[in-house]
C-alpha cells in the first residue's frame, strides 16, 4: 500500500509559478506510475499529467502542455509538478495519485480509475 501526502499549494498571482510535491509512503514507490489530477470549485476532477514510474515518460493534458512540468525523485518518494504561468481559471484542489505498480496498461490511459492510491489534495489559488 502506499500512503501520499501532497504539499506546496497557496496563494499566488496569474502568471506566477508554484511547484507542489507529493511524498509516498513505502519501499516500493519507485514501481508505481504518477499521475497529477485537479478540481476546481463546481468541477469534475480532472487530468493534469502523469509519470512513469521509470520515468522514462511523461503525458500532460492538452491545457497545460508547455507550461507544466513533472518529475520524481525515487529516492526521495517524491513527485514534483511545477505550475508555471498559472492562470485564474487554474484555481483547484491539486491530486497525487498512483497506479501499479508496474502498471500494464496504456500509459496515455488517463481515467481516474487506473489510479489505486489517492492524496489528500493541495490546495492552490491563482488570484487575478
Known amino acids: 500500500q502506499v500512503q501520499l501526502v501532497e504539499s506546496g499549494g497557496g496563494l499566488v498571482q496569474a502568471g506566477d509559478s508554484l511547484r507542489v510535491s507529493c511524498v509516498g509512503s513505502?519501499?516500493?514507490?519507485?514501481?508505481?506510475?504518477m499521475g497529477w489530477f485537479r478540481r476546481s470549485p463546481g468541477k469534475e476532477r480532472e487530468f493534469v499529467t502523469a509519470i512513469k514510474w521509470n520515468a522514462g515518460r511523461t503525458y500532460f493534458a492538452d491545457s497545460v502542455k508547455g507550461r507544466f512540468t513533472i518529475s520524481r525523485d525515487n529516492a526521495k518518494n517524491t513527485v514534483y509538478l511545477q505550475l508555471n504561468s498559472l492562470k485564474p481559471e487554474e484555481t483547484a484542489d491539486y491530486y497525487c495519485?498512483?497506479?501499479?505498480?508496474?502498471?500494464?496498461?496504456?500509459?496515455?490511459?488517463?481515467?481516474?480509475?487506473?489510479?489505486?492510491?489517492w492524496g489528500q489534495g493541495t490546495q492552490v489559488t491563482v488570484s487575478s
Open positions: 513505502g519501499p516500493t514507490f519507485s514501481a508505481y506510475d
Open positions: 495519485a498512483a497506479r501499479g505498480p508496474y502498471y500494464i496498461g496504456s500509459f496515455a490511459d488517463t481515467g481516474e480509475r487506473t489510479y489505486k492510491y
